[in-house]
Structure formats: structure tokens, C-alpha cells
């Protein structure tokens, strides 16, 4: 199994890449228990686009590696930087069970947010 610190150092390796790149140095992987499923840098410069980070890059590129498909093991994503509300919302939806990275962004970080959420059941659709 992959640790926290290794997995958060694979980020860090796509973080440089994208540093090489003149992009941000914000790096993410997603993974398994068996192999990464993505892997990522920001691409804002490159793509000329601002809804490109690297964690919904890598949550992209392993969603269409899995499809509908269910993971051989837990999801995890590693980031160096805490993700962002939107890349918590998606990490949510792929199914990610587990969410590492190494600093905290106090300006628009989810995590907590995340963690104080409540899925509710809907009642239903009333006609």
C-alpha cells in the first residue's frame, strides 16, 4: 500500500513537471490499491483555461480509465496542495474515500468543508 508521504511525493513529481511546463506547481495523483489511475498538473497556462487544476485533471483521466467499472480497492487522491470545494465535490462523486495533501489552502480549501457534510436522502420528487 501506498503511503500518505509517498503518494503526496508523486504529486509533488507532477507539480514539477508542470513547473517545467510555466504552470502552477500544484501536482495530484489518483490511485487504487493497485496503480495510479491518474496523474496530473494545473494546466491553466497551457490550456489557456482556469477550471483545469490537477486534481480534477487526475480524477478525470481515472474516471475514464474506470468508467463505470468499480476500483479494484479504495480511491485516493493526493494533491500538494489541499483541493479546492469544486475538486472535493468531483473527488465525491469518483468515489475517492480518501483525499492527502501537504498544505492546506485557507483560502478556498474544502476539506473541512467536506468533512462537516451530511449526505441526505431526497424524499422523493412531489407532483
Not at 467499472?69 to 469518483?94: H, Q
Amino acid at each position: 500500500m501506498v503511503s500518505p508521504r509517498d503518494a503526496v511525493a508523486l504529486a509533488l513529481d507532477a507539480a514539477r513537471e508542470g513547473i517545467a511546463h510555466g504552470e502552477m506547481p500544484i501536482g495530484a495523483i489518483v490511485f487504487d490499491d493497485k496503480r495510479v489511475l491518474g496523474r496530473a498538473y494545473t494546466q491553466e497556462q497551457g490550456l489557456r483555461r482556469r477550471i483545469v487544476h490537477a486534481d480534477l485533471q487526475a480524477m478525470l483521466q481515472a474516471d475514464e480509465t474506470l468508467g463505470f467499472a468499480r476500483t479494484s480497492g479504495e480511491l485516493t487522491l493526493a494533491v500538494n496542495l489541499e483541493p479546492c470545494l469544486m475538486c472535493m465535490g468531483a473527488a465525491i462523486t469518483l468515489g475517492v474515500t480518501r483525499a492527502w495533501f501537504a498544505l492546506e489552502s485557507p483560502n478556498d480549501g474544502g476539506a473541512e468543508l467536506v468533512q462537516s457534510w451530511t449526505p441526505r436522502r431526497s424524499a422523493g420528487i412531489v407532483r
